[in-house]
């Protein structure tokens, strides 16, 4: 019997299959990006805000469509990362506004409320780009409209939506030239065409058995606590599993050593670690004096275990079938860490406001932090594996700025996004100044004035943000070919505010050939941040040639402790 | 008739010629170099101070005149039918104006002396003790002067900026500028002597290019197109001053200025590589 309507049940089934075919695709999203920098990626960005939201949704599930959107919509909204992110939970906010009082929803309501989707996500970009994840969406949503009216199978409904998609993102290259330069189409449009997918999974036939037995473990990558003294119930359980027959350990085993003095004596934490990991994947030792704590996957607990009864008695014993866990047994404590690190000494969490005007700034790299902290940056907030904060850890550095007014400065492109939609749920005045790197956030930092007030703040932050030119070095993640230049998986790229200038293989060239773009009259003041992987070579090599090359230059080099970019240049 | 004589500190900063033509008296300050002290404008001076900085292991530190210092130099210069003013740099800046209020009141029966705190330092003091001179050759009375010391120093602008915050935070002057020290990246902040008399910053750039460039900046939105008498001040650094002065006169209506050094006491707590301006509508 065809599905002619969509309950909240029916909605979190989909959600769960959306979610789960965006993770087990995000490499593919990842390597659609157009610059083939190693971070930035759209994919994991769109799985971890889609996981956020699969969260809110499980722990209120419920069978009124309304008000399993509304959850959903939360959770998107407070984990969104990325630009894509942001989007992404902007179609679910409209979504869930137009099915807001329906227990379930007919093909028309559901082609109405994905509209408005649509029309909530433009609004929320200031800019918006054709050729992008909005194109689809507003290509599916169109053909949904014409479509709804003339269906009555569910099933059928959403493989329209996902064939407009799909034929959308397909198009995007023509629309935005750069895609059509690189050969690829656009990575948000892809995530959004493989949430469509696992939708439409659900609503096919025999789809119900495929629920039960497919249900993702949605494992949320968990902080790793490796201090010796916390041996917490810290989880890093693998990511979710596509399907039983596809789990090759089955049973999560975790336990605590406590080691007998000869125990201890014979331990080897490497030696130990590598027989474990002959048995499993997920493999986590901590060893802390007498203690180990063990987890892993494997396919024979029991072996595991006799294993470490060598060294003494187990403790804490814990085993799960993996296999028989079903989504709705996802543990509360598996929480997405924020990665946020609010290190100013001023900020207390809900401190009641004590200046007008405070900075919060995003920057990964604890040099970099320090820098910002030390030009008046009262919260520093660092990215997190994908250098992209949720629009929740900005939030809550906005809250623990005590000040009336916080601006924020992104400091990333794919940040500002996210930083609009903090400015929105936070409630304190917030002012977004739209810095797209480091250098243009230093400077905003610099320009600010505690004293004066915001309009006049606002316009010399923004203008400080046109005087300083932005080069970084990075390195290449796949081959590529951008505005003419040719690059090769490995080799060493310079990036010049935001656009690929140099590729290759010779990282002290690359860098003296973005120096060369970025000086235009040699007295220029230039900063460089040294990164975590740079070569104190290389840096010295850096050094001599500014002062022999442009000796009027005032020049000046700092640790900025970053990951990925070896240097980060500013010059004004 | 009245004679009027005026009194300032050696922290004013003005030249000799000054100090001659307008028959000002300056007490000295006091420099010390470890267990060495030395008498600000009399037996050191700019060049020898900056040289002996350079060479010190320590950081030199000034100490004010005491109030028997001001005690003498006050009975020195009375006379029947005289009034002293005696203008002192900045009571938030320094204990000098104490000095002098205490000499005052241990004088109280035998002078009359009028004490003013100009809130301002170097030549920003140094064009109040000249203008105050000046009213006395034109007979002015003592009430008629400090109002014109209170309207000159309302009206006069004090922009200025050091190589290094150092020696303003370790002599503990930095004043509202604190918040500025410390900063990794090199900023330059361009600072005033505020109407309370602290130091205090106006604005922060990047380089030393960008901080004059912003001085003269902050001078037209003050100024526009009036006329203004323009000193600028500079710690061994002539060449810098001229080129500064040329480029205030290039947009700004600059009908007189001069050049002066940054005295020893200022030098200690601004370090070298200080550049000042100071600016008088006329």
């Known amino acids: 019997m065809s599905k002619q309507v969509i309950t909240g049940e029916d909605f979190t089934a989909m959600v769960l299959a959306a979610a789960e075919q965006l993770r087990s695709n995000q490499d593919q999203v990842n390597a659609l990006n157009v610059f083939p920098v190693p971070d930035g990626d759209t994919g994991t960005n769109m799985n971890l805000t889609m996981t956020s939201g699969v969260q809110e949704l499980q722990s209120r599930r419920s069978n009124h469509l309304g008000k399993a959107s509304e959850a959903l919509s939360r959770g998107l909204l407070m984990g969104a990362r990325g630009n894509s992110g942001v989007i992404l939970s902007q179609l679910f906010r409209g979504f869930a506004k137009s099915v807001a009082d329906l227990d379930e929803a007919d093909l028309v309501q559901f082609a109405a409320a994905l509209q408005n989707g649509v029309e909530t996500a433009y609004k929320a970009v200031v800019k918006p780009v054709e050729g992008t994840i909005l194109t689809v969406s507003k290509e599916a949503a169109k053909h949904a409209l014409q479509q709804a009216g003339e269906m009555n199978d569910a099933a059928a409904f959403m493989n329209e939506i996902v064939q407009a998609a799909k034929d959308a993102l397909a198009r995007t290259p023509e629309q935005l030239p750069i895609l059509k330069q690189v050969g690829v189409v656009d990575a948000g449009g892809q995530g959004l065409v493989h949430i469509y997918e696992g939708f439409l999974k659900v609503l096919q036939p025999g789809a119900a058995d495929w629920v039960r037995l497919n249900a993702p473990v949605i494992g949320v990558p968990s902080r790793i606590i490796e201090s010796g003294h916390e041996l917490a119930e810290s989880h890093r359980s693998a990511q979710s599993h596509i399907a039983v027959e596809d789990i090759e350990y089955g049973y999560c085993t975790e336990f605590i050593v406590k080691m007998t003095p000869k125990g201890q004596a014979d331990f080897h934490e490497e030696a130990f670690r590598n027989e474990l990991s002959a048995y499993g994947d997920s493999l986590l030792v901590v060893a802390d004096d007498d203690l180990v704590k063990v987890h892993i996957h494997a396919e024979e607990p029991g072996t595991v275990m006799n294993h470490a009864m060598k060294y003494g008695a187990l403790t804490r014993i814990k085993i799960e079938n993996m296999r028989e866990q079903h989504s709705d047994i996802v543990s509360g404590d598996e929480a997405v860490k924020s990665e946020a690190v609010p290190a100013g000494e001023n900020s207390q969490p809900g401190s009641a406001s004590s200046k007008p005007a405070g900075l919060v700034a995003i920057a990964a790299g604890d040099g970099l932090s320090d820098i910002f902290r030390s030009i008046g940056v009262d919260l520093m907030l660092s990215g997190g594996q994908t250098m992209n904060p949720s629009t929740e850890d900005i939030v809550k550095a906005i809250r623990s700025t005590p000040a009336d007014t916080v601006y924020v400065l992104p400091n990333n492109s794919n940040i500002v996004l996210a930083a609009e939609q903090a400015k929105e749920l936070a409630d304190k005045r917030v002012v977004v100044i739209p810095s797209k790197t480091i250098p243009q956030g230093l400077a905003a930092a610099i320009a600010f004035n505690g004293n004066a007030d915001v309009e006049d703040n606002e316009k010399a932050m923004r203008a400080a943000l046109r005087q300083v030119r932005s080069g970084s070095i990075t390195y290449a993640v796949r081959d590529s070919h951008i505005s003419g230049i040719d690059i090769h998986e490995g080799d060493y790229l310079a990036m010049l505010d935001n656009e690929i200038a140099v590729a290759g293989p010779d990282q002290d060239h690359v860098i003296k050939q973005l120096l060369d773009r970025m000086l235009e009259s040699g007295d220029e003041i230039i900063t460089v941040f040294t990164g975590q992987d740079a070569g104190e070579e290389q840096t010295r090599l850096l050094e001599t040639y500014i002062s022999q090359r442009y000796p009027d230059a005032e020049c000046e080099f700092h640790d900025g402790g970053q990951p990925l970019y070896y240097y980060l240049i500013s010059v004004e | ?282």
């Open chain 2, 1 to 282: 008739m009245t004679m009027i004589r005026i009194v300032t500190d050696s922290t004013s900063d003005i030249t000799k010629k000054e100090q001659e033509t307008y028959g000002v008296e300056v007490i000295p300050l006091k420099v010390h170099f470890g267990n060495e002290t030395y008498f600000d404008g009399v037996d050191i001076h700019p060049s020898d101070f900056y040289t002996k900085l350079e060479q010190s292991p320590e950081l030199p530190t000034t100490s004010q005149p005491s109030p028997v210092d001001f005690m003498e130099l006050y009975k020195k210069i009375n006379a029947p039918g005289t009034e002293i003013i005696s203008i002192q740099v900045s009571a938030a800046l320094s204990g000098t104006y104490q000095s002098a209020m205490l000499a005052k009141s241990l004088l109280e029966e035998e002078a009359a002396i009028h004490i003013v705190d100009s809130r301002s330092a170097s030549y920003g003091l140094g064009m109040l003790a000249v203008v105050a001179a000046k009213e006395a050759q034109a007979g002015k009375s003592v009430e008629e002067i400090i109002a014109k010391i209170e309207s000159v120093r309302e009206a006069s602008q004090i922009y200025f900026i050091v190589d290094t915050l150092q020696y303003l935070y370790k002599g503990g002057r930095i004043g509202k500028a604190s918040a500025l020290f410390g900063s990794m990246l090199g900023i330059k902040p361009i600072l005033t002597i505020d109407k309370s008399g602290e130091v205090a910053p106006v604005d922060k750039v990047r380089g030393h290019k960008k901080a004059v460039k912003r001085m003269i900046e902050l001078l037209q939105q003050d100024f526009g197109s009036k006329a203004i008498h323009l000193v600028v001040a500079h710690s061994e650094a002539q060449e810098s001053a001229e080129e500064l002065q040329r480029m205030v006169s290039e947009v700004l209506n600059v009908p007189t200025h001069s050049f002066t050094e940054l005295g020893p006491v200022i030098g200690v707590h601004t370090g070298p590589g200080t550049l000042a301006v100071f600016a008088f509508p006329v």
